[in-house]
């Protein structure tokens, strides 16, 4: 069966106008029709999105979820002449006869609504009078509906998907995290990173954390945590050397070895290195926990992530879940899931706040119940595993294991569409605005030639001439900036490429 781009390729311009409308995509940034194809099938095979409009569809004719889970039944293809018999027919529209009967408005079968909704396509199959037209479900769509006749697998969590949230209430998983990782690698290069007996220096910390796109406020645990998790996957990746005068510098050859992956390696890359972290105790990074070094106890962070994902991976992904059923449900099936001895009472773990010891089965919940809660909003959620939905006032906590990591846990999911790059954009006052999504790479490389101004909407750098004295000492000339910019950006100002200019002529004078 085709993907949905595949789907989307052969369709007149008029159906991506529909298409990016009754499902709510954003499509401006596309600059090309290839781009417009990309970023629709991107948005239109996201797992809320399928399911929200599943369950549209459904409250506006209710047949058409006994049509998708005829497809499902049928290994999502069946031919057109006994869906149509079912469910209507798709009327066979050209460009002008689409734009003027606008069919989508009026849908006259369950089987058009399915088709100008995108959950379902037309091809043909075989040759000659063999040849018939079949509809079927775009292979990147069907991990995403819901399988009732597979709703609890033999084995798995006893718990039922929940309603989609409404979009507003859903916070993505996204690249935040691995863009702080390339941030943390400018800063690196530009500036300096003490450190002391104690850890990091705090002034140094507090410049580089101005750089975080999420507003930083040490009063808040969870953002410390996701620091010490950024310098931690980059220790591990091999990043960081402690250089001359107790600073820590990069190591050249493996910072270059992951700016060079793409984004879907680097996200995989640093996933791995949280997932195999051994030193990286999740448990004792709870906010309002304590492990206490008292006794001989230890708990096995390898271990018990490996369990929570696996038990993670027996639900159905891009549904949506309430975290707290989740939890009674692996309190159910496997409550010593980090305790395999199921000893309840060795283990020293204190409430910061009250100072007791949570020690005993009783404490299942404010324990391992809060390891997973914390697993969920945090580290699963941050690697772009999870997507999350803020609860509204007496709700819980809803969460969707997402496309990456649906497809990094093997399952039958194809690698989610990665979005084109969009282009940096060069100013008259000589500043870089660099949007979230620009490569790593290009990003590191701007950091060598500019200033940092700001992370948020989007980055902000300019040129001047302490950022091209630290570019030259490097070994990087004004002409090889010009062309990198020439390269990546629309336009470069001529103000600007006069400077470089001069700045280059007075390099050839000094030498």
């Not at 926990?289 to 639900?315: K, M, S, Y």
């Not at 300019?462 to 629309?490: D, G």
């Not at 100002?493 to 200019?501: G, I, K, S, T, Y």
């Amino acid at each position: 069966m085709p993907t949905t781009s595949q789907m989307l390729r052969d369709y007149p311009d008029i159906m991506f106008q529909v298409l990016a409308e009754l499902r709510g995509a954003m499509t401006d940034v596309a600059e090309t029709r290839e781009q417009l194809l990309e970023l629709l099938a991107a948005q239109m095979t996201d797992p809320t999105s399928v399911q929200m409009v599943y369950e549209d569809v459904g409250y506006d004719a209710p047949e058409s979820h006994k049509a998708i889970e005829l497809l499902l039944k049928e290994g999502g293809e069946i031919a057109e002449a006994q869906f149509s018999r079912q469910f209507g027919a798709i009327r066979q529209m050209g460009p002008a006869k689409l734009e003027r009967e606008m069919p989508w408005v009026a849908p006259q079968s369950v089987a058009e609504m399915l088709y100008y909704n995108g959950l379902i396509g037309r091809a043909f199959r075989g040759a000659g009078q063999a040849a018939h037209p079949v509809i079927f479900l775009p292979t990147d769509v069907v991990p995403w509906l819901p399988h009732p006749q597979n709703q609890v697998a033999e084995g798995g969590l006893p718990v039922q998907p929940v309603a989609p949230p409404p979009t507003a209430r859903v916070i993505a998983g996204d690249d935040s995290f691995l863009d702080d990782m390339g941030t943390l690698l400018g800063f690196l290069y530009t500036e300096r990173l003490r450190v002391t007996d104690a850890g990091p220096h705090p002034e140094d910390i507090d410049l580089f954390v101005r750089r975080l796109q999420m507003p930083f406020s040490g009063d808040l645990p969870e953002l410390n945590v996701r620091l010490g998790l950024i310098l931690h996957l980059a220790n591990r990746l091999g990043w960081l050397r402690r250089g001359e005068n107790e600073t820590i510098q990069l190591t050249v050859n493996p910072v270059s070895r992951f700016l060079e992956m793409t984004r879907a390696e680097q996200r995989r890359a640093v996933w791995d290195a949280w997932f195999n972290s051994a030193e990286w105790n999740d448990l004792c990074r709870i906010p309002g926990l304590e492990c206490a070094e008292t006794g001989n106890w230890r708990n096995d962070p390898l271990q018990t992530r490996a369990r929570i994902v696996h038990l993670l991976a027996q639900i159905q992904a891009g549904a949506w879940y309430s975290r707290t059923q989740v939890i009674e449900a692996i309190r159910t099936v496997e409550p010593d899931f980090q305790r395999p001895t199921g000893d309840y009472d060795s283990w020293y773990i204190r409430d910061v706040n009250s100072q007791e010891f949570l020690r005993g089965f009783a404490h299942w919940d404010d324990v391992e119940g809060a390891l997973v809660r914390f697993l969920v909003a945090g580290p699963l959620h941050w690697l772009r595993f999870a997507d999350l939905a803020e609860p509204s006032a007496g709700d819980d906590m809803l969460f969707s294991v997402t496309q990456w990591g649906s497809f990094w846990l093997g399952q039958e999911t194809p690698q989610p569409h990665e979005p084109p790059h969009p282009g940096i954009s060069v100013e008259e006052d000589f500043t870089i605005h660099v949007p979230h999504g620009v490569s790593l790479f290009d990003r590191f490389r701007v950091e060598r030639f500019a200033g940092w101004q700001a992370s948020y909407p989007e980055y902000v750098y300019q040129i001047n001439q302490r950022s091209l004295k630290r570019a030259l000492e490097q070994k990087i000339p004004a002409a090889r900036i010009l062309e990198f910019l020439k390269q990546r950006a629309p336009t470069v100002p001529p103000r600007v490429e006069n400077a470089l200019l001069r700045f280059g002529n007075t390099e050839k004078v000094g030498q």
